[in-house]
């Protein structure tokens, strides 16, 4: 058995201080990531100002985008992009043709999104669905559900719930168990109290990944790759 486990690093993709459309920052960020060990980087999208220049950002990002899952996250979802659930599926539909390893596309758009339901049915790309609870950790029977009703649009199902206690934490490892095996779900919780959850999440279950910060944490209770990577490399010798 594989004791490889794999780190996806949110990396925000932002204009330089000086306005240049060159994304050194953000190129430089990336691959520090990878080069501390991260095998997969989330670009949040939502930290950019202008989204005129997006198309040149893509084209700049595009040799790193087999690494990448492109993420849009609304104000709504605990991102930066306004509530523009029409403009947010423009760029959604853009990210689809581009490719990357993954699009992270909300389950409460694609649920209630025409465009962006049929593109995935049409298009077939793929996609991880993905759904957070901001104010707690609901119940099992209702996770198990939501984890159902997302894997309609694909295997590849995120749930983040947020944890108020360590039973949270435990709450949502015992779903990573539970699932079908057709599904490959990463289900975490945010805060202190889900930081358990964070690093077991694919050591209990079969997650295919989980995240990782460079530097300051963008998500709450979110670990340091440096962190993440020691406690996994504790974890080999004992064939964890």
Not at 106 to 117: G, H, V
């Amino acid at each position: 058995m594989s004791t490889k486990r794999k780190l996806c690093a949110s990396i925000p993709v932002a204009e330089d201080n000086d306005d240049s459309k060159n994304l050194e920052s953000t190129l430089n960020k990336i691959n520090e990531a990878l080069n501390m060990g991260a095998d997969i980087i989330e670009c949040r999208f939502d930290y950019l100002r202008d989204f005129e220049n997006l198309d040149h950002y893509l084209d700049i990002l595009s040799k790193y985008k087999d690494k990448c899952i492109y993420t849009i996250r609304p104000e709504n979802e605990g991102g930066k992009f306004p509530n523009d659930p029409k403009k947010r599926a423009e760029i959604i539909d853009n990210f689809i043709h581009r490719n990357p390893f993954l699009v992270d596309i909300e389950y409460n758009l694609i649920s209630s999104n025409d465009l962006i339901a049929d593109l995935v049915e049409n298009e077939n790309p793929r996609i991880l669905v993905s759904w957070h609870d901001f104010l707690q950790t609901p119940e099992f029977d209702y996770l198990l559900e939501q984890v159902k009703n997302m894997q309609i649009y694909s295997p590849l199902v995120k749930i983040v719930t947020t944890a108020k206690s360590i039973d949270d934490s435990i709450k949502i490892l015992s779903l990573n168990r539970s699932i079908d095996t057709h599904i490959n779900l990463v289900a975490f919780a945010m805060g202190e109290m889900g930081v358990l959850s964070r690093v077991l999440c694919t050591v209990v279950g079969d997650a295919p990944f989980t995240y990782a910060s460079l530097g300051a944490a963008i998500a709450p209770g979110q670990l340091s790759i440096d962190q993440m990577k020691s406690i996994y490399d504790l974890f080999k010798s004992k064939l964890v």
